[in-house]
């Protein structure tokens, strides 16, 4: 069974500082992996995907996420973080035709 | 690109009343829809899987016949929640899916339920 851990409840970051928001997974076999945001009172919005092809992954809003087999891994990054990057931030996996699941989210706070 | 809207956006109700929640693809044709549930602080939970014109799919520990779910047309699933108790007080997120499996799903914006 697919299973998604985001380690960080929360983290905070300085405007315009560099921000990663860790994302691991765990299945037996390949995987589509994608990063959503939610803001407040908001539903969620697809930040990006990864199908195949090239591991790293550019999104909206300046994000990027690398995927690494080896480390099942799915992080998201971000050089430069605004204000209005403060949001939930969830990381879900899908193995083949399956259903989403969702990890646990990151609440990312940025401060001025 | 693809909306996903949701009505009502919250609901107030008495416990053993129904309320029902709708869930409409805007600007494409939804061949799949997904039924959530969010707890405070908590990530999304997979209710049931519906397609157009058959029986949705409910995940393990769903009660079927608690949360009934019709997904009648391609634009159009709702969700009614039957004899609403306290508990069942959430954040109830649709999401539809114009394709298949690697499609993006897109999400509604969420019903508040509150049961009094």
């Known amino acids: 069974a697919q299973s998604v851990t985001q380690l960080d409840s929360q983290v905070p970051v300085f405007e315009e500082a560099p921000v990663e928001l860790r994302c691991n997974y765990s299945?037996?076999?390949?995987?589509?992996l994608f990063w959503y945001v939610q803001y407040p009172n908001q539903g969620l919005q697809l930040l990006l995907k990864?199908?195949?092809?090239?591991?790293l992954v550019k999104g909206i809003n300046g994000f990027e996420a690398e995927f690494n087999k080896s480390q099942t891994s799915f992080h998201l990054r971000k050089p430069s973080v605004h204000i209005s990057d403060t949001a939930e931030y969830f990381c879900?996996?899908?193995?083949?035709?399956?259903?989403?699941?969702f990890g646990k989210g990151t609440m990312l706070l940025v401060s001025p | 690109g693809a909306v996903v809207s949701q009505h009502p956006s919250w609901v107030i109700c008495k416990s053993g009343t129904s309320v029902k929640i709708e869930c409409r693809s805007l600007d494409f044709q939804a061949t799949t829809m997904f039924w959530y549930r969010q707890f405070p602080k908590q990530s999304l939970m997979l209710m049931a899987t519906?397609?157009?014109?058959?029986?949705?799919?409910?995940e393990q520990g769903v009660e079927k016949d608690k949360f009934l779910i019709n997904h009648a047309s391609l634009t159009l699933s709702t969700l009614t929640v039957t004899s609403a108790h306290p508990e069942d007080s959430s954040f109830y997120i649709c999401?539809?899916?114009?394709?298949?499996?690697?499609?993006?799903?897109?999400f509604g914006p969420g019903t508040r339920l509150l049961v009094l």
């Open positions: 999401s539809a899916r114009e394709g298949g499996a690697l499609e993006t799903q897109y």
């Open positions: 990864y199908l195949s092809g090239s591991t």
């Open positions: 299945s037996s076999v390949s995987v589509y």
């Open positions: 879900a996996v899908s193995e083949g035709y399956s259903t989403l699941t």
């Open positions: 519906s397609n157009e014109g058959s029986k949705a799919t409910y």
